[in-house]
């Protein structure tokens, strides 16, 4: 199955590209606006890049995909768990940072077997040039560069990125407890896509990611990418309908008091 899985990695890596090629266009356009809310931003670029990753991989594989723009298109659909093999791409992760020329955003595509189980992803920064890719049980490159998570171990010196997504509760008694949770953190880094965060955990940049109510396909190809680091990811969906997420990832040293509940994970190393 490597060998298959090696394939498929490749067809990632070529989609990614593909998406980016549109993305690095000039063309003032995919700059406009389709959805403006109150924390989040919908643009033409997302919808392009889309299409044309999904087309890509459609072409080179028969398996299904879930993608940002095709799952907001269809609100009635119910993601139930299986055996099948998945793609699930975000075509633009951190489209606010994309939309101001803050140079933190990627195409994130991975492939998993239904809701548990994390096969591999590609994250891929086309501002910067650096591609991380990595397979579960294989492990995880930048720019074909192996990775690891870090070996730290002491939560007062790590750096946990983490964030706050569309779906956030933003009351004061939640934001408290927010505080509280990563107060006792070394230094903490909101970069604006999720995608990325979890590909610097791999990569060993920071050395942990939290985050709540954050979408399946924002984080898909990271929680692939870090367990192929070798870093431990415990996640947990929501429900079946809008593929809310909880998310805990670290470098598998540290030890995080705010485990997602016993008997609910979805994974772990």
């Keep these: 199955m490597i060998a298959e899985f090696d394939k498929l990695l490749n067809i990632a890596k070529e989609a990614a590209l593909v998406g980016a090629n549109i993305l690095k266009d000039s063309d003032s356009s995919l700059k406009e606006t389709q959805y403006n809310g109150l924390h989040d931003v919908q643009l033409k670029a997302d919808e392009v ?121 933003y009351s004061t008694e939640n934001l408290t407890k927010y505080i509280y949770k990563i107060r006792d953190w070394g230094k903490i880094r909101l970069f604006g896509s999720a995608g990325l965060s979890l590909a610097y955990v791999a990569s060993g940049r920071v050395d942990a990611y939290q985050e709540e109510d954050i979408m399946f396909w924002d984080v898909a190809a990271g929680i692939s990418l870090v367990r192929a680091a070798g870093g431990m990811v415990d996640f947990m969906f929501s429900d079946e309908r809008d593929l809310k997420m909880k998310v805990v990832a670290t470098n598998n040293h540290l030890r995080i008091e705010d485990k997602i509940e016993e008997g609910k994970l979805g994974s772990q190393t």
């Design 49 to 169: 890049a889309e299409k044309n990753i999904v087309s890509y991989l459609s072409s080179e594989t028969d398996i299904d995909i879930i993608s940002e723009e095709m799952w907001k298109a269809s609100p009635n659909k119910v993601f139930k768990d299986s055996s099948d093999l998945l793609w699930v791409v975000d075509p633009l992760d951190g489209s606010y940072n994309f939309l101001y020329n803050i140079p933190f955003y990627c195409i994130s595509i991975a492939l998993w077997q239904g809701r548990k189980s994390p096969i591999l992803g590609v994250i891929y920064n086309f501002y910067t040039n650096e591609l991380f890719s990595g397979i579960v049980g294989k492990g995880s490159w930048f720019n074909n560069i192996k990775i690891r998570t870090t070996d730290t171990k002491d939560i007062g010196k790590a750096i946990l990125c983490t964030g706050f997504p569309v779906n956030i509760d």
